[in-house]
């Protein structure tokens, strides 16, 4: 079955597929008790029937009806994203604002009988792709009398193809896996890989510009874009299709990460590749931190352009790769469609190895022209392994407070940066959940002037004080972050968790560009009113 025809899980990523065995959760329990010494047990999970839901605060009309529905299971599965505070609330039962009625266009016109509807009765409207936020950005707001989560999923698939110019018309709701599953045949791939990949949609994609798993080059989703096609209150907004234009601004600029609050986006061109054959790759380990990062410097300001330039931080090594938590390593992957990736590795392999890296010959994997995978063994693999794996089913309910963070720093400020965030984010953990509390890093993407960070932290909670003890952490996390000059978010978007760290380091008048903006598209104000900025 097509991923998008499955029903999502209410307390774990993705579907009802991914959640975790009893078994599985008593495992994780044990492990848990022991490491922190308190023995904990996996909650009960309420039945999907017993959930209890405020009723429906609106009428849906006949004209609507069908493909708007005030379903029970609709408005659940519709209520929260996917952070992990969002996780347990529904593993608790709790659903405090579920979405009024939950839409499904299947064609154009239902989705504007939608959206015109939503106008005319100021319901608030929720563009809603595979629902992964991880930033409260589908949420309905507490303080509006009705809302209508409009969910995209009929509106997805490959419509047109170009292979001449490898690009492909992608529906916004369509998924990563029925994507590359279409692609296949046609030896193209779009390769923006998420870690949510599974879950999330083109059109979440576009709209929270994503960061995909190139570690370098074309680490956004934003470059891979050749037009976009929206609709808003007003009307439609289509750009036209070109690999480059210097007329002006670029409406594609302010559509990407607009986190829909300016339209719903129902097609894009998306620049495609020929699917890799040559690939190569080594995983090198270094003395400690310092010499791991400076390396990653060096080899990104060579401008090799690995697909893969992931730094492990000693206790991420330790925790991911097995290592001994004294040193880093680097993971270095190469691809292409078309040309062997051998003197490119070579190339960046004596670049780690002048700062102290260290690995051996036949460790480095070169495949020339198989098309088979590399980096699938050794620490490379054993860390891509724990990565995709990831499950918050697994642990969630039993008081482990596990989340990250990620920015983005140039090179000149780094090491500044990295002894702030962890000696004030250290702190923080130290003060709210005490002792055997984990934090650590790895740069997800690397550019020639600077990393994107990416900071993982986890220690045990009180159970029931998890959102209290998580509010004071993320509060310290978003202070050091942008008090020392990084971005409040690189990847994850701003939806409403950021707003505080975003509103301090736009300009100010760009502030009253995006409202100016709104204003012309969507006049009433409808259109997920709080992410990103106040209307
Ligand atoms: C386990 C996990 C791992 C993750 N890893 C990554 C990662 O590696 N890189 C990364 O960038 N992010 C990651 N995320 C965050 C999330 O997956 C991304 O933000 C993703 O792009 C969201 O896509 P979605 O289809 O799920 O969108 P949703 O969560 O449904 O929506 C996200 C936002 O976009 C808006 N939106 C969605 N679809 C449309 C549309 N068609 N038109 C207009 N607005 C729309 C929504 O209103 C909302 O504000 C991760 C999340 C999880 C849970």
Same mark, same amino acid.
């Given at each position: 079955?097509?991923?998008?025809?499955?029903?999502?899980?209410?307390?774990?990523?993705?579907?009802?597929?991914?959640?975790?065995?009893?078994?599985?959760?008593?495992?994780?329990?044990?492990?848990?008790?022991?490491?922190?010494?308190?023995?904990?047990?996996?909650?009960?999970?309420?039945?999907?029937?017993?959930?209890?839901?405020?009723?429906?605060?609106?009428?849906?009309?006949?004209?609507?009806?069908?493909?708007?529905?005030?379903?029970?299971?609709?408005?659940?599965?519709?209520?929260?994203?996917?952070?992990?505070?969002?996780?347990?609330?529904?593993?608790?039962?709790?659903?405090?604002?579920?979405?009024?009625?939950?839409?499904?266009?299947?064609?154009?016109?239902?989705?504007?009988?939608?959206?015109?509807?939503?106008?005319?009765?100021?319901?608030?409207?929720?563009?809603?792709?595979?629902?992964?936020?991880?930033?409260?950005?589908?949420?309905?707001?507490?303080?509006?009398?009705?809302?209508?989560?409009?969910?995209?999923?009929?509106?997805?698939?490959?419509?047109?193809?170009?292979?001449?110019?490898?690009?492909?018309?992608?529906?916004?709701?369509?998924?990563?896996?029925?994507?590359?599953?279409?692609?296949?045949?046609?030896?193209?791939?779009?390769?923006?890989?998420?870690?949510?990949?599974?879950?999330?949609?083109?059109?979440?994609?576009?709209?929270?510009?994503?960061?995909?798993?190139?570690?370098?080059?074309?680490?956004?989703?934003?470059?891979?874009?050749?037009?976009?096609?929206?609709?808003?209150?007003?009307?439609?907004?289509?750009?036209?299709?070109?690999?480059?234009?210097?007329?002006?601004?670029?409406?594609?600029?302010?559509?990407?990460?607009?986190?829909?609050?300016?339209?719903?986006?129902?097609?894009?061109?998306?620049?495609?590749?020929?699917?890799?054959?040559?690939?190569?790759?080594?995983?090198?380990?270094?003395?400690?931190?310092?010499?791991?990062?400076?390396?990653?410097?060096?080899?990104?300001?060579?401008?090799?352009?690995?697909?893969?330039?992931?730094?492990?931080?000693? &206790?991420?090594?330790?925790?991911? +790769? !097995? @290592?001994?938590?004294?040193?880093? =390593? $680097?993971?270095?992957? #190469? /691809?292409?469609?078309?040309?062997?990736?051998?003197?490119?590795?070579?190339?960046?392999?004596?670049?780690?190895?002048?700062?102290?890296?260290?690995?051996?010959?036949?460790?480095?994997?070169?495949?020339?022209?198989?098309?088979?995978?590399?980096?699938?063994?050794?620490?490379?693999?054993?860390?891509?392994? &724990?990565?995709?794996?990831?499950? +918050? !089913? @697994?642990?969630?309910?039993?008081? =482990? $407070?596990?989340?990250? #963070? /990620?920015?983005?720093?140039?090179?000149?400020?780094?090491?500044?940066?990295?002894?702030?965030?962890?000696?004030?984010?250290?702190?923080?953990?130290?003060?709210?959940?005490?002792?055997?509390?984990?934090?650590?890093?790895?740069?997800?993407?690397?550019?020639?002037?600077?990393?994107?960070?990416?900071?993982?932290?986890?220690?045990?909670?009180?159970? !029931?004080?998890?959102?209290?003890?998580?509010?004071?952490?993320?509060?310290?996390?978003?202070?050091?972050?942008?008090?020392?000059?990084?971005?409040?978010?690189?990847?994850?978007?701003?939806?409403?968790?950021?707003?505080?760290?975003?509103?301090?380091?736009?300009?100010?008048?760009?502030?009253?560009?995006?409202?100016?903006?709104?204003?012309?598209?969507?006049?009433?104000?409808?259109?997920?009113?709080?992410?990103?900025?106040?209307?």
């Amino acid at each position: 079955m097509p991923k998008w025809q499955q029903q999502r899980s209410f307390w774990t990523w993705g579907y009802l597929s991914d959640e975790p065995s009893e078994a599985e959760r008593r495992t994780a329990a044990e492990r848990i008790s022991q490491r922190f010494g308190r023995a904990v047990e996996p909650p009960p999970i309420p039945a999907l029937a017993d959930i209890e839901l405020r009723k429906p605060r609106l009428r849906v009309p006949d004209r609507l009806d069908g493909w708007v529905n005030t379903d029970h299971v609709e408005r659940v599965t519709h209520t929260h994203g996917g952070h992990p505070l969002e996780l347990l609330a529904g593993l608790r039962g709790e659903f405090p604002e579920p979405p009024d009625a939950v839409a499904h266009p299947r064609t154009e016109d239902e989705l504007e009988a939608t959206l015109a509807w939503c106008d005319e009765a100021g319901h608030v409207a929720i563009p809603y792709g595979g629902g992964t936020t991880v930033v409260w950005g589908v949420n309905v707001p507490p303080e509006c009398e009705s809302a209508v989560t409009i969910d995209l999923d009929h509106l997805g698939g490959v419509l047109e193809l170009d292979e001449t110019s490898r690009a492909a018309r992608i529906g916004a709701g369509m998924l990563g896996p029925d994507l590359e599953d279409a692609l296949r045949p046609h030896g193209l791939t779009l390769r923006h890989y998420p870690q949510s990949f599974p879950w999330s949609t083109v059109g979440g994609w576009v709209a929270t510009r994503s960061g995909g798993h190139y570690a370098t080059n074309h680490t956004h989703i934003d470059d891979f874009v050749e037009s976009i096609r929206m609709l808003t209150p007003r009307g439609w907004w289509e750009s036209r299709r070109l690999p480059g234009s210097g007329a002006g601004p670029s409406p594609d600029r302010l559509v990407m990460g607009s986190e829909g609050t300016l339209g719903v986006i129902t097609e894009c061109w998306l620049r495609l590749q020929q699917r890799p054959r040559f690939r190569a790759t080594a995983a090198v380990v270094f003395p400690d931190w310092k010499a791991g990062y400076e390396a990653t410097r060096h080899i990104v300001q060579a401008k090799l352009w690995p697909a893969n330039l992931r730094l492990l931080d000693p &206790a991420e090594a330790e925790q991911g +790769a !097995g @290592l001994d938590g004294t040193r880093s =390593l $680097l993971i270095i992957g #190469f /691809e292409s469609g078309a040309v062997p990736q051998g003197a490119f590795i070579l190339e960046a392999v004596a670049i780690a190895r002048s700062h102290g890296g260290e690995i051996d010959d036949d460790a480095i994997r070169i495949d020339d022209g198989s098309g088979k995978a590399t980096g699938r063994d050794g620490a490379a693999g054993a860390w891509r392994d &724990a990565f995709i794996g990831v499950n +918050a !089913g @697994l642990t969630n309910g039993l008081g =482990l $407070l596990a989340d990250t #963070f /990620e920015t983005a720093i140039t090179w000149d400020r780094w090491p500044d940066f990295d002894a702030e965030v962890r000696a004030r984010v250290g702190r923080a953990l130290k003060e709210v959940l005490g002792d055997g509390t984990r934090l650590s890093c790895r740069f997800t993407h690397v550019y020639p002037d600077g990393p994107a960070p990416y900071y993982s932290f986890s220690g045990m909670a009180k159970l !029931g004080g998890e959102v209290a003890q998580w509010q004071e952490i993320k509060a310290a996390a978003t202070e050091a972050v942008v008090a020392a000059g990084g971005t409040v978010t690189h990847h994850h978007a701003v939806g409403r968790m950021h707003r505080p760290g975003y509103d301090r380091q736009r300009p100010e008048l760009f502030a009253d560009v995006l409202r100016a903006a709104k204003r012309s598209v969507d006049p009433g104000g409808i259109l997920n009113p709080g992410v990103l900025f106040d209307p």
